[in-house]
């Protein structure tokens, strides 16, 4: 089956850019998506087909994709963001979907 | 703007089924897929299956024997049941919508979630 890798961990200070990626097999052929789940609380989706924004997330979440890795970035960093983030994917070949390990950002 | 709220039992013993329901709110059930993921406590999501109002569904391979979903469009409801359960199965267990199962396959939005725990 189709897997996803993101790092464990990213740590970033306030004000500075974090970079999350989720790596898998020639995953620019497919549409990224990505969730933020603060602790207690549901995933909310973040950033969808690679690099479109849900209305009301804030332009500080952008995403891009290519090749065999996608990434979400949060630029201008706050201590709000501090939260787990997953990506997911449909894979088409066996018509189901896919999560990623999950990366915990850690503000400073 | 729609809203989904999972119900059910916390507690259920193992080789026992699992069953939760999901009631949607502020919208209608028609021309959507509804889902069912799982997170186990300090773990990733796991995608379990969807339902679209039509009925077809799909599963994810590695739980197919086990799971059943089902839609009540009188109700606005769709709901999961898992049998057989282990403590391999306690998890906090998420409905969510999504508006295309192929095209627009994201997950929004998601219902608070439900702790389900598999315990004698």
């Known amino acids: 089956s189709y897997v996803l890798t993101q790092p464990p961990s990213v740590s970033v200070a306030p004000g500075q850019t974090a970079r999350i990626t989720c790596g898998g097999n020639?995953?620019?052929?497919?549409?990224v998506h990505w969730y933020q789940q603060k602790p207690g609380q549901a995933p909310v989706l973040v950033v969808y087909?690679?690099?479109d924004r849900p209305s009301g997330i804030p332009d500080r979440f952008s995403g891009s994709n290519s090749g065999n890795t996608a990434t979400l970035t949060i630029s201008r960093v706050e201590a709000g963001d501090e939260a787990d983030f997953y990506c997911?994917?449909?894979?088409?070949?066996?018509?189901?979907?896919?999560f990623g390990t999950g990366t915990k950002v850690t503000v400073l | 703007q729609v809203q989904l709220q999972e119900s059910g039992p916390g507690l259920v013993k193992p080789s026992e089924t699992l069953s939760l329901t999901c009631t949607v709110a502020?919208?209608?059930?028609?021309?959507?897929?509804w889902n069912w993921i799982r997170q186990p406590p300090g773990k990733g999501l796991e995608w379990i299956g969807y339902?679209?109002?039509?009925?077809?569904?799909n599963y994810n391979p590695s739980l197919r024997s086990r799971v059943t979903i089902s839609v009540d469009t009188s109700k606005n409801q769709f709901s999961l049941k898992l049998s057989s359960v282990t403590a391999a199965d306690t998890a906090v267990y998420y409905c969510?919508?999504?508006?295309?199962?192929?095209?627009?396959?994201?997950?929004?939005?998601w219902g608070q979630g439900t702790l389900v725990t598999v315990s004698s």
């Open positions: 969510a919508r999504q508006k295309d199962a192929g095209n627009e396959n994201w997950f929004d939005p």
């Open positions: 502020g919208g209608s059930i028609s021309h959507y897929y």
């Open positions: 339902i679209h109002y039509s009925g077809k569904i």
């Open positions: 020639n995953i620019g052929s497919k549409s």
């Open positions: 087909d690679d690099s």
């Open positions: 997911q994917v449909w894979d088409s070949l066996s018509d189901h979907y896919v």
